[in-house]
């Protein structure tokens, strides 16, 4: 599968004339389905099809004979579930009975979940197709899509495969991003689906903790883990809010608050916006700041109030070494379970211990055990005062000083990376403030449990940055209806490398 | 503060069951006299010790407990088929004993 060509104005046109419906967003496939233009059959077709070209890594497996088996199956027509015969796919650290998860980990190969969790068996009830399960950085525990045991996840807008993705939900974006399917699942504990979403052009939604189930997400930081998931449109992260949303008695911190009501509309008068002065003053990219002071005029004429605000700086500067600590050591005894006995490959050992080492060993990329060595460092008698505590204490302390802010305001509106994609070869300072701030805020809405969405806002170098959007607990709506009016004014709704318009 | 040593990483490694490099241990050396930095500097934030530990930031204000209803639970083979080393419909472990 080619990008589009982005010089050639005319066959653009033509290209547009002769579409595929899988190129457009949840909700205008659904219209199509309605009046009959396309089948389900044809949208899973087209989308293994996609797949199967796929040349940027974007698949731990395919489930091709089961998403034709169910498009197959699909022949009444169902008018008000904008689900009914939508391709899909879902990041390979949720459990999917009897299909291989691994969490992109060898220590899981050849695992075979005996349930479902809760959000895909609510997708799978509303009829939508699971087409395959994408790669991640190993047990979701990365930045960058390059940690994963298939490998390197590449950028489909970057022809060179040069550039990384984002992680640690890569594959899923990736998917979304290359047009095989409009939507896509995966989790986000720090930036996991807002990062990537930025450096793939595409709406990265995560709701508040709490609303939507986490039963059958392989725990990373069960105090930061969020269902979160990709888009192309800011309707279509709304309507797959609400189909995801609600309590669950297999996990006891779903809420029953109750759903979120839309008022999509081009204006939104008297909101009240906060743009946070220390992390605007830790990105240097001109062309994103360019880009962002114009997003904020156009949500000044769609009749918001924007302030610039100030926020302690020791604390923005505390955000990245406090998630570090924190996951890592919530990391090291949720993966405790990963013993190499129950399931797993199979090692050999002369004492159960040396199984579990074998497995442990082999099973376990380096990343992932020096993570579990760092947890089990800040969890020691001896350090947790210095290390876990006092990370725990600066998180109430972040916390709090958020609260303060939404007194005042409705959502906090920053760019969503100080950059566009990095390159597989760049590396960060990271005692900087770019790091530290930068590229470290979105774990703001990881430490409160906020609603948090990215949207794309504009190109660099022929590749998309966007700007974030958080929003009060349980305020989904007010927060999306924000970013509806940036979908607007930026016209990038529906962007994927085959969608995108000429410059 | 223990102080960050190979002896220390090999004895936190050890106890989490699996084997590393000497290659990787200095790779986390040095990864951890960056974090430790970052951590010194979150020590000189006015106050934070005087601040509560926070592990959740939002209450789970909402769930009741629920009815204790039996259900169907795994059987024998679907709670071992994972599992390479089965014996009798038990997990199959090395000898503890002789």
């Known amino acids: 599968m080619q990008p589009l060509s982005v010089k050639d104005k005319s066959s653009y046109r033509k290209w547009l004339v002769n579409m595929h419906w899988l190129d457009h967003t949840i909700l205008d496939i659904h219209q199509a389905l309605v009046k009959k233009t396309v089948t389900p059959l044809q949208l899973v077709e087209e989308a293994l099809r996609r797949a199967k070209a796929d040349t940027w890594n974007t698949f731990e497996i395919t489930t091709e004979a089961l998403a034709i088996q169910q498009a197959k199956a699909l022949t009444t027509l169902e008018v008000n579930n904008p689900f009914w015969g939508i391709p899909f796919v879902i990041k390979d650290n ?32 509303a009829k939508a197709i699971l087409i395959g399960k994408t790669t991640l950085d190993e047990l979701a525990m990365g930045g960058t899509g390059m940690t994963g045991h298939k490998g390197y996840q590449y950028n489909p807008f970057d022809a060179s495969k040069t550039r990384q993705i984002g992680g640690s939900s890569s594959g899923s974006a990736a998917a979304v991003s290359s047009g095989m399917v409009p939507f896509s699942l995966g989790s986000d504990t720090g930036d996991s689906v807002r990062k990537p979403a930025s450096y793939a052009g595409l709406v990265g939604f995560k709701p508040t903790w709490g609303r939507i189930s986490r039963y059958g997400l392989f725990p990373f930081a069960p105090s930061l883990d969020h269902v979160a998931y990709f888009t192309r449109s800011v309707e279509d992260a709304s309507i797959l809010t609400n189909l995801l949303s609600g309590p669950d008695t297999n996990d006891a911190t779903s809420s029953t608050q109750p759903l979120p009501v839309y008022h ?6 008297g909101k009240k916006i906060a743009v946070i002065h220390e992390v605007m003053d830790s990105i240097q990219n001109p062309i994103i700041l360019q880009r962002f002071k114009q997003t904020l005029e156009a949500l000044t004429k769609a009749g918001a109030q924007i302030d610039y605000v100030h926020f302690p700086l020791a604390l923005l500067q505390a955000i990245y070494p406090t998630y570090m600590t924190l996951s890592c050591a919530e990391a090291t005894s949720n993966n405790a379970n990963l013993d190499g006995l129950k399931f797993g490959p199979g090692y050999q050992g002369k004492t159960y211990q040396d199984v579990m080492m074998q497995s442990r060993t082999a099973g376990f990329s380096e990343l992932i055990k020096r993570r579990f060595v760092i947890g089990s460092f800040v969890l020691m008698k001896e350090n947790q005062q210095d290390l876990f505590l006092r990370a725990q204490r600066v998180r109430r302390m972040i916390v709090e000083n958020l609260q303060k802010l939404y007194q005042t305001y409705d959502v906090i509106y920053l760019p969503a990376a100080p950059t566009i994609a990095p390159k597989f070869t760049d590396s960060s300072d990271r005692l900087s403030s770019q790091y530290l701030i930068a590229d470290s805020h979105l774990a703001l809405g990881n430490f409160a449990g906020l609603p948090s969405v990215t949207l794309p806002i504009g190109f660099e170098q022929n590749m998309p940055f966007g700007a974030n959007i958080m929003g009060r607990a349980f305020e989904e709506a007010t927060t999306l ?3 509806y009016v940036l979908e607007q004014f930026t016209g ?11 410059s | 503060m223990k102080k960050i040593d190979k002896t220390l990483l090999l004895d936190a490694s050890t106890r989490l069951l699996f084997v590393m490099t000497d290659t990787q241990y200095e790779v986390l050396i040095q990864e951890f006299d960056i974090l430790l930095e970052q951590m010194a500097l979150i020590g000189k934030i006015e106050g934070v010790d005087h601040v509560a530990p926070m592990t959740f930031s939002l209450q789970n204000e909402t769930m009741q407990l629920r009815e204790d209803v039996p259900s169907p639970s795994l059987s024998q083979t679907q709670a071992t088929q994972n599992a390479t080393f089965v014996s009798e419909g038990q997990i199959k472990l090395p000898k503890v004993v002789g």
Do not use: C, H, M, W
């Open chain 1, 481 to 483: 209806e924000v970013a």
């Open chain 1, 264 to 269: 999509f509309s081009q204006t939104i008068p």
């Open chain 1, 94 to 125: 949720f459990s999917t009975q009897g299909i291989q998860t691994t969490a992109g980990s060898n220590i899981l190969n050849g695992y075979i979940p005996l349930f479902d969790a809760t959000v895909y068996q609510k997708l799978i009830q």
């Open chain 1, 492 to 502: 990038l709704k529906n962007l994927s490398i085959l969608t995108r318009k000429p």
